[in-house]
């Protein structure tokens, strides 16, 4: 494993040291990793290890107590997030989130809530509401752009035909994928995943894979996920981050986090010989129930 | 469910609710306290409370019964809750009446001057009715502006009444003061009521819910005390008289060469005055409506809609939380703004108690009853909620009923909390709770209301 | 330092009042999370209860003031209690678990019908008790200023910190306090458990008003005037202390009391009279925009 350092060019997020406390409680306690650019970084550990903060500290929820992150976009230019107010992580440092527990706007259409993420372009083609109220063709023109690309959005994750539907309506894997569509229609350069395969199906999960892939490769957004499904973090994850008790306990490809005695005694709690025979058991897919939404 | 109650079990319900009746009327109903010459005289009404007991045991065994048949409708026509397949969703009456409901509003609000003149047999007859169509329509406005703080952006605001107070203290304190017409002071008075509201948003808007409603009472409350107690600028208590009248754009309403009876060689008519303010709010009203149908539209009404459904959803998609908020507080304050100085202009006086939380429960209980976001849901509210006490005063028969000495002005408030009450309960999402959408590839359609929220802040 | 003092007599006398409606709010708001609009309301119904009982016992002829005032006591208690349930029933309780705002709108209507009920019942003009209770122990005297506490302040001091101590032991030491803890914790567990939800809900609207109902019996005393829009601004206030100490913590309700209590006659006594209802409303804007959980209560942590 080729220690990084911090300043590789290829790292598109780079957490330093990063720490929060709760009063008394240490969620995360002395983090350090990086996400390459066009990569998928996966985050795992067991529940509690402190994964949620570490998402929240990274797209501005959270002020970490400690830490410095970096994320450096395409061009070159940097951004520091612990600085940034909340929403201008999305907006000038181009992160953009899922949630564990799916924040659509259920009140509003699939179409509506792509056009909801394409807020900022569409306020300034509206003039900041001054010429959008004149009713002026620009905007009209800008509107019809951000109709199509919500449109090609649409049509890939497979909703097309649900677009004037109300997202509330939707059954929960299709929730799920629209609200990563949703979170590319800001045009993200670094895409974090709040465990995006939690409560879908086998079928299902296979599809969110592709997504992803596409993601990666087709527009060249670099991936963060929180996830719980094994089978889902080996197959598509470029690399892997462990977390235990808000620390790093492994950092490398799949292939040897799998293999790594450190995360399989986190995980499962007992020894060595018994993992093997767990393992096969289980098919090294970790169930983790997942609480129901209220 | 069981399938009937016993009625002797209905008589014992409404037995009780009889008795809770009458602890309740003692002592407050049951003795009357008078200013005699040595203290308080104590009357004795105990006819009035058994009066009241046998009213509230009427009234609960008719629910009851109703209630009954009900259930024992229910139990033949099953339920759509158990139904499973999808039962099929036609739109009822109730969700296609928005479409058209609209225009027909405007629509009879346009001749509805015309339509009480011809009724009533000539203008000055017909000054009840359009008198009542103001009043009724600067309510619609009010309801309308404070819609885009409540029903679209989610933000509770029990203190809308203090941007009507701005808007009519500036039109009066410009008017009287400085002499400017009030063409130009409807524009600056929009103008400082929305600064106030940027002024009293910034510091509040980070609250939620509940809190949000008290701190804006609160604010509310202070700006009514302060125009009570600064006397020097605001008169205090006795308010400001002698505000100049609405013109013509420019040409008064009066008898004479240079009135406006004059100018359109029209025989002079104190009603051509009324007549103007009566369109003038219309008017008014309906740039609210517009503008807030238009800005639906825009991504800012698309913004205040989605941090009415999920401000953290919001924040992460790039969306400045406090500034999308502070427009939409600013936004309502204006046309609150605009409100206020119609009022001033229309009454020639303005005084604090004009203005106090009562004001804002109302237009707030409008919005709520109308359904949040519905323009036509409010325009109904305002005229159930204006219009429906109005009715009162015209009830003049109950004094055959029940005495010379009976008032039923005095019951209004008594019956509009009891009103606020039951709309709530009957309906807890107000008249039109579908919400349409903004954009769509095909067609519209209304969503439910069961799946739009009603906002956190 | 003279004035002070007594300042600080009156302070704690009128914060006592307060602090005992201002549990009401707390509970209320602690338990369903909704502020009960219409408790300022109820509380102003409480005092004319007083005020009428007192006419009446007085026109049966009880003359012993001891007497007249546990019976009135007793008698104001049950009624608003009666009141405080009736509230619930009726205008809350259809509403539960329904559109956040239906509950606020239903209880300012509550509010608006409960002021008018009794201006139409008794009239709108102020009611003035007989002054009974009179007179009281100086505490010292210096230059011709005598501070004073007044049998009817030692009267309200003592009755509050009974009414405190019995209140602290049936929420803290009793099954109905612990179901209404656990309700406050989480309703739909502790409806598992097997408590009562709704008739938990519906004591703590009672307690509520029977603690309204008190201060509502010492309102009436202290001032000797009530009058039917009494409820307004006295609600505001205690709402204010509940606030401020921290809204669902009820030492912090009574703590809260005192302190919006002394700020009112101090206010009063050094600045101007007429700007104490903006002082206090200021503090309550204040209070809830830079410390919205208060003095006890807890942060709330944004869930994401």
Request: with cysteine.
């Given at each position: 494993?080729?220690?990084?350092?911090?300043?590789?060019?290829?790292?598109?997020?780079?957490?330093?040291?990063?720490?929060?406390?709760?009063?008394?409680?240490?969620?995360?306690?002395?983090?350090?990793?990086?996400?390459?650019?066009a990569e998928?970084?996966?985050?795992i550990?067991?529940?509690?290890?402190?994964?949620?903060?570490?998402?929240?500290?990274?797209t501005?929820f959270?002020?970490?107590?400690?830490?410095?992150?970096?994320?450096r976009?395409?061009d070159?230019?940097?951004?520091?997030?612990?600085?940034?107010?909340?929403?201008a992580?999305?907006?000038?440092?181009?992160?953009?989130?899922?949630?564990?527990?799916?924040?659509?706007?259920?009140g509003?259409?699939?179409?509506?809530?792509?056009?909801?993420?394409?807020?900022?372009?569409?306020m300034?083609?509206?003039?900041?509401?001054?010429?959008?109220?004149?009713?002026?063709p620009?905007?009209?023109?800008?509107?019809?752009?951000?109709?199509?690309?919500?449109?090609?959005?649409?049509?890939?994750i497979d909703?097309?035909?649900?677009?004037?539907?109300?997202?509330?309506?939707?059954?929960?894997?299709?929730?799920?994928?629209?609200?990563?569509?949703?979170?590319?229609?800001t045009?993200?350069?670094?895409?974090?995943?709040?465990?995006?395969?939690?409560?879908?199906?086998p079928?299902?999960?296979?599809?969110?894979a592709?997504?992803?892939?596409?993601?990666?490769?087709?527009?060249?957004?670099?991936?963060?996920?929180?996830?719980?499904?094994?089978a889902?973090?080996?197959?598509i994850?470029?690399h892997v981050?462990?977390?235990d008790?808000?620390?790093k306990i492994?950092?490398?490809?799949?292939r040897?986090?799998r293999?790594?005695?450190?995360?399989?005694?986190?995980?499962?709690?007992?020894?060595?010989?018994?993992?093997?025979?767990?393992?096969?058991?289980?098919?090294?897919t970790?169930?983790?129930?997942?609480?129901?939404?209220? | 469910?069981?399938?009937?109650?016993?009625?002797?079990?209905?008589?014992?319900?409404?037995?009780?609710?009889?008795l809770?009746?009458?602890?309740?009327?003692i002592?407050?109903?049951s003795?009357?306290t008078?200013?005699?010459?040595?203290?308080?005289a104590?009357?004795?009404?105990?006819?009035?409370?058994a009066g009241?007991?046998?009213?509230?045991?009427?009234?609960?065994?008719?629910q009851r019964?109703?209630?009954?048949?009900?259930?024992?409708r229910?139990?033949?026509t099953?339920?759509?809750?158990?139904?499973?397949?999808?039962?099929?969703?036609?739109?009822?009456?109730?969700?296609r009446?928005?479409?058209?409901?609209?225009?027909?509003?405007?629509g009879?609000a346009?001749?509805?001057?015309?339509?009480?003149?011809?009724?009533?047999?000539?203008?000055?007859?017909?000054?009840?009715?359009?008198?009542?169509?103001?009043?009724?329509l600067?309510?619609?406005?009010?309801?309308?502006?404070?819609?885009i703080?409540?029903?679209l952006?989610?933000l509770?605001?029990l203190?809308?009444?203090a941007?009507?107070?701005?808007?009519?203290?500036?039109?009066?304190l410009?008017?009287?003061?400085f002499?400017?017409?009030?063409?130009?002071?409807?524009?600056?008075?929009?103008?400082f009521?929305?600064?106030?509201?940027?002024?009293?948003?910034?510091?509040v808007l980070?609250?939620r819910?509940?809190?949000?409603?008290?701190?804006?009472?609160?604010?509310?409350?202070?700006?009514?005390?302060?125009?009570?107690?600064?006397?020097?600028?605001?008169?205090?208590?006795?308010?400001i008289?002698?505000?100049?009248?609405?013109?013509?754009?420019?040409?008064?309403?009066?008898?004479?060469?240079?009135?406006?009876?004059?100018?359109?060689?029209?025989?002079?008519?104190?009603?051509?005055r009324?007549?103007?303010?009566?369109?003038?709010?219309?008017?008014?009203?309906?740039?609210?409506?517009?503008?807030?149908?238009?800005?639906?539209?825009?991504p800012?009404g698309?913004?205040?809609?989605?941090?009415?459904e999920?401000?953290?959803?919001?924040?992460?998609?790039?969306?400045?939380?406090?500034?999308?908020?502070?427009?939409a507080?600013?936004l309502?304050?204006?046309?609150?703004?605009?409100?206020g100085?119609?009022?001033?202009?229309?009454?020639?006086f303005?005084?604090?108690?004009?203005?106090?939380f009562?004001?804002?429960?109302?237009?707030?209980?409008?919005?709520?009853?109308?359904?949040?976001?519905?323009?036509?849901g409010?325009?109904?509210?305002?005229?159930?909620?204006?219009?429906g006490?109005?009715?009162?005063?015209?009830l003049?028969?109950?004094?055959?009923?029940?005495g010379e000495?009976?008032?039923?002005?005095e019951?209004?408030?008594?019956?509009?909390?009891?009103?606020?009450?039951?709309m709530?309960?009957?309906?807890?999402r107000?008249?039109?709770?579908d919400r349409?959408?903004?954009?769509?590839?095909?067609?519209?359609?209304?969503i439910?209301?069961?799946?739009?929220?009603?906002?956190?802040? | 330092?003279?004035?002070f003092?007594?300042?600080?007599?009156?302070?704690?006398?009128?914060?006592?009042?307060?602090?005992?409606?201002?549990?009401?709010?707390?509970?209320?708001?602690?338990i369903i999370?909704?502020?009960?609009?219409?408790h300022?309301?109820?509380f102003?119904?409480?005092?004319?209860?007083?005020?009428?009982?007192?006419?009446?016992?007085?026109?049966?002829?009880?003359?012993?003031v001891?007497?007249?005032f546990l019976?009135?006591?007793?008698?104001?208690?049950?009624l608003?209690?009666?009141?405080?349930?009736?509230?619930?029933?009726?205008?809350y309780?259809?509403?539960?678990?329904s559109?956040?705002?239906?509950?606020?709108?239903?209880?300012i209507?509550v509010?608006?019908?409960l002021?008018?009920?009794?201006q139409?019942?008794q009239?709108?003009?102020?009611?003035?008790?007989?002054?009974?209770?009179?007179g009281?122990?100086?505490?010292?005297e210096?230059?011709?200023?005598?501070?004073t506490?007044?049998?009817?302040?030692?009267?309200?001091?003592?009755?509050?910190?009974?009414?405190?101590?019995?209140?602290?032991?049936?929420?803290?030491r009793?099954?109905?306090?612990?179901?209404?803890?656990?309700?406050?914790?989480?309703r739909?567990?502790?409806?598992?458990?097997?408590?009562?939800?709704?008739?938990?809900?519906s004591?703590?609207?009672?307690l509520?008003?029977?603690?309204?109902?008190?201060?509502g019996l010492?309102?009436?005393?202290?001032?000797g005037?009530?009058?039917?829009?009494?409820?307004f601004?006295p609600?505001?206030?205690?709402?204010?202390?509940?606030v401020?100490?921290?809204?669902?913590?009820l030492?912090?309700?009574?703590?809260?009391?005192?302190?919006?209590?002394?700020?009112?006659?101090?206010?009063?006594?050094?600045?101007s009279?007429?700007?104490?209802?903006?002082?206090?409303?200021?503090?309550?804007?204040?209070?809830?925009?830079?410390?919205?959980?208060?003095?006890?209560?807890?942060?709330?942590?944004?869930?994401?």
């Amino acid at each position: 494993m080729a220690t990084r350092r911090p300043d590789d060019p290829h790292a598109v997020l780079t957490v330093d040291h990063l720490t929060m406390r709760f009063g008394g409680l240490t969620a995360v306690d002395d983090l350090s990793f990086q996400a390459r650019r066009a990569e998928i970084t996966a985050l795992i550990g067991p529940n509690g290890a402190g994964k949620t903060t570490v998402f929240n500290c990274i797209t501005g929820f959270y002020r970490p107590s400690e830490g410095m992150l970096t994320l450096r976009h395409a061009d070159g230019a940097a951004h520091l997030l612990e600085r940034l107010p909340n929403h201008a992580v999305n907006r000038r440092a181009r992160v953009a989130r899922t949630f564990q527990n799916i924040r659509l706007f259920s009140g509003m259409t699939v179409l509506e809530n792509l056009m909801v993420a394409q807020h900022a372009p569409l306020m300034r083609a509206s003039g900041y509401t001054l010429l959008g109220l004149l009713g002026l063709p620009g905007y009209r023109r800008a509107e019809a752009e951000a109709v199509a690309k919500a449109s090609a959005w649409l049509e890939r994750i497979d909703l097309l035909r649900r677009a004037d539907d109300p997202a509330g309506d939707l059954p929960y894997g299709d929730q799920r994928r629209l609200e990563i569509a949703r979170a590319m229609c800001t045009g993200p350069e670094l895409l974090c995943l709040d465990e995006p395969a939690a409560g879908l199906n086998p079928r299902e999960s296979a599809d969110l894979a592709r997504l992803l892939r596409h993601i990666r490769d087709e527009h060249a957004t670099s991936v963060l996920l929180i996830e719980h499904d094994m089978a889902v973090v080996m197959e598509i994850s470029d690399h892997v981050v462990v977390l235990d008790y808000g620390k790093k306990i492994a950092d490398g490809p799949p292939r040897d986090i799998r293999e790594d005695p450190k995360v399989i005694a986190a995980y499962l709690g007992v020894e060595d010989e018994e993992v093997a025979k767990v393992d096969a058991e289980v098919g090294l897919t970790i169930p983790v129930a997942e609480e129901a939404r209220p | 469910m069981a399938a009937a109650t016993s009625p002797a079990a209905i008589l014992k319900d409404a037995g009780l609710f009889a008795l809770v009746a009458l602890g309740l009327c003692i002592p407050i109903v049951s003795h009357r306290t008078d200013l005699g010459s040595d203290g308080l005289a104590l009357t004795p009404r105990w006819g009035l409370v058994a009066g009241l007991c046998a009213a509230v045991f009427c009234v609960r065994l008719v629910q009851r019964l109703l209630l009954e048949r009900r259930a024992a409708r229910a139990l033949v026509t099953p339920s759509p809750h158990q139904a499973t397949e999808p039962v099929g969703a036609e739109p009822n009456a109730g969700q296609r009446l928005p479409r058209l409901g609209l225009p027909l509003f405007v629509g009879f609000a346009l001749f509805l001057p015309l339509i009480a003149a011809l009724a009533s047999g000539g203008l000055s007859p017909a000054r009840y009715w359009i008198d009542l169509g103001i009043l009724i329509l600067t309510y619609v406005m009010l309801g309308w502006g404070l819609n885009i703080v409540v029903g679209l952006a989610g933000l509770l605001d029990l203190g809308y009444v203090a941007f009507y107070a701005v808007g009519a203290y500036s039109y009066a304190l410009l008017s009287t003061v400085f002499g400017l017409s009030f063409w130009v002071c409807l524009p600056l008075a929009g103008l400082f009521a929305g600064l106030w509201g940027v002024m009293l948003g910034f510091p509040v808007l980070r609250l939620r819910g509940d809190y949000l409603a008290i701190v804006t009472l609160a604010f509310g409350e202070i700006i009514r005390l302060v125009l009570i107690n600064w006397s020097d600028v605001t008169g205090g208590s006795a308010g400001i008289s002698s505000i100049p009248r609405a013109t013509f754009f420019g040409v008064p309403f009066k008898a004479g060469p240079d009135g406006f009876s004059t100018l359109f060689g029209l025989p002079f008519d104190p009603m051509h005055r009324i007549v103007f303010l009566y369109y003038l709010i219309l008017a008014l009203a309906l740039v609210t409506s517009l503008v807030t149908l238009r800005l639906r539209r825009l991504p800012i009404g698309r913004a205040w809609e989605a941090l009415r459904e999920d401000e953290i959803a919001c924040r992460s998609l790039g969306i400045d939380t406090t500034k999308t908020k502070l427009t939409a507080f600013a936004l309502g304050a204006m046309f609150g703004g605009f409100a206020g100085s119609f009022f001033a202009v229309r009454q020639g006086f303005v005084s604090p108690e004009s203005f106090n939380f009562l004001e804002s429960a109302i237009i707030l209980a409008i919005v709520v009853l109308g359904g949040m976001g519905s323009q036509l849901g409010v325009a109904v509210a305002a005229v159930a909620m204006v219009g429906g006490p109005e009715l009162l005063r015209n009830l003049g028969f109950l004094k055959g009923v029940f005495g010379e000495g009976f008032d039923p002005n005095e019951f209004r408030l008594l019956l509009f909390g009891l009103a606020m009450v039951a709309m709530m309960i009957w309906r807890p999402r107000g008249l039109i709770s579908d919400r349409m959408p903004t954009v769509a590839l095909g067609q519209r359609k209304a969503i439910g209301k069961d799946l739009v929220r009603e906002g956190h802040g | 330092m003279d004035v002070f003092v007594q300042q600080l007599i009156n302070g704690l006398t009128l914060g006592s009042i307060y602090g005992l409606i201002a549990i009401g709010y707390t509970m209320v708001f602690g338990i369903i999370g909704m502020v009960n609009f219409a408790h300022g309301d109820v509380f102003m119904v409480s005092t004319f209860i007083a005020l009428i009982s007192f006419l009446v016992l007085t026109a049966l002829g009880i003359s012993s003031v001891a007497l007249a005032f546990l019976a009135v006591l007793v008698i104001t208690m049950a009624l608003t209690a009666l009141w405080g349930f009736s509230v619930e029933r009726i205008a809350y309780r259809p509403l539960r678990g329904s559109f956040r705002l239906a509950p606020l709108i239903s209880a300012i209507g509550v509010s608006i019908f409960l002021s008018n009920f009794v201006q139409v019942a008794q009239g709108a003009r102020n009611k003035a008790l007989p002054s009974m209770l009179d007179g009281g122990l100086t505490l010292f005297e210096r230059d011709g200023y005598a501070v004073t506490l007044s049998y009817k302040q030692i009267l309200i001091m003592a009755v509050t910190s009974v009414l405190l101590l019995g209140f602290w032991y049936l929420v803290q030491r009793t099954p109905f306090g612990r179901a209404q803890r656990a309700c406050e914790q989480d309703r739909k567990m502790a409806a598992l458990l097997g408590i009562d939800v709704d008739r938990t809900i519906s004591l703590t609207f009672v307690l509520g008003a029977v603690l309204a109902a008190v201060a509502g019996l010492l309102y009436l005393l202290y001032y000797g005037v009530v009058s039917f829009s009494d409820g307004f601004v006295p609600g505001v206030k205690a709402f204010t202390a509940a606030v401020l100490g921290g809204i669902g913590s009820l030492p912090g309700a009574v703590i809260g009391g005192l302190i919006i209590g002394l700020i009112e006659t101090f206010w009063s006594a050094y600045f101007s009279i007429e700007y104490k209802d903006v002082a206090a409303f200021s503090i309550l804007a204040i209070v809830l925009i830079f410390m919205p959980s208060g003095l006890l209560g807890r942060a709330e942590v944004e869930k994401v």
